[in-house]
């Protein structure tokens, strides 16, 4: 699918990933509405992209005003072709931890922004791409896109809920991905590695270096330009579909 002159959602899209990945976007001709809870780095991110952006303030999880911002989407745009789902939170703490047992409101919580508020985006967001009238030439509709993490696969103490939260977003690929091929959308996930992003920033320095060299190749974190990119690769080649990607420098994170 060509991104040019086509219609996004990026959730997340006021920092890290997701702000990266909407200024790929809209470099390459699309035209971006970035969804986050972060009202002032929006609004930044909106004035720094220009007129092709849009910053709305929503939650993810918010299952009315998620609904409502379709409808808001569908009656100013007039289509969808992507969503781009980056929102997510990272917490992390032991099930038997210093302070006592894991607390369950915390574990709902990681879920139910990470899993809960990806897949009430994706569901309004496939009916909307469904709607999509494909002109001359066209073979998909449109490219759903969600973030999953390596910790989905080899999770760290201490990301008990996190990891379940990332596993059920690669888990939910293929399912979405055979459903919505009648209707000629892709599912794809990302599963990224050590990303240079505010959520690693918060880090003291000798732990992001020591974190950067834990990556076999190229030994340092990843550049949000590096999953932007490939989000726009997605876009475009059609073949993709059905898969989660690694984006990690193939590291493989250790017990802790
Ligand atoms: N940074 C990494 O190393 C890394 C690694 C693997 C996976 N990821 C995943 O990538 C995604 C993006 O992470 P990032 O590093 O860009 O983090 P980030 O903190 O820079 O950005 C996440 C954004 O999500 C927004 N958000 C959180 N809850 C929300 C909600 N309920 N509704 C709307 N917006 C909400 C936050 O306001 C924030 O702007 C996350 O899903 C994260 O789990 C990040």
Redesign the pocket.
């Given at each position: 699918m060509l991104v040019k002159g086509k219609v996004f959602v990026v959730?997340?899209?006021?920092?890290?990933?997701?702000?990266?990945t909407a200024t790929h976007l809209v470099g390459l001709g699309g035209k971006v509405i970035m969804?986050?809870?972060?009202h002032e780095?929006?609004t930044e991110m909106q004035h720094r992209l220009g007129e092709h952006s849009e910053f709305v303030k929503?939650?993810?999880?918010?299952e009315s005003a998620v609904e409502q911002f379709y409808k808001n989407v569908a009656e100013k745009y007039g289509q969808l072709n992507g969503l781009i789902?980056?929102?997510?939170?990272?917490p992390s703490a032991k099930v038997l931890g210093k302070n006592g047992i894991h607390d369950l409101a915390a574990f709902q919580k990681v879920l139910n922004?990470?899993v809960t508020?990806t897949f009430n985006m994706l569901r309004f967001a496939a009916d909307l791409i469904s709607k999509y009238e494909l002109k001359s030439g066209e073979e998909e509709r449109g490219v759903i896109v969600n973030?999953?993490?390596?910790?989905a696969y080899d999770g760290q103490i201490g990301q008990t809920a996190?990891s379940a939260s990332?596993g059920a977003v690669v888990a939910m690929t293929l399912p979405l991905a055979r459903e919505l091929a009648q209707h000629a959308i892709r599912v794809m996930t990302i599963?990224?590695?050590?990303?240079?992003?505010?959520?690693?920033k918060g880090l003291p320095e000798k732990v992001q270096e020591a974190l950067g060299a834990m990556v076999p190749f190229p030994p340092r974190?990843?550049k949000?330009e590096e999953?932007a990119h490939l989000v726009g690769h997605i876009m475009e080649n059609a073949y993709l579909n059905g898969e989660v990607i690694r984006l990690d420098g193939a590291i493989r994170m250790q017990p802790k």
């Open positions: 959730t997340g899209g006021a920092s890290g990933l997701g702000a990266e969804v986050d809870m972060n780095l929006g929503l939650d993810v999880t918010d789902n980056c929102a997510g939170i990272g922004i990470n508020g973030t999953a993490s390596v910790a996190y990332k599963a990224p590695g050590i990303m240079e992003t505010p959520m690693l974190l990843a949000p999953f």
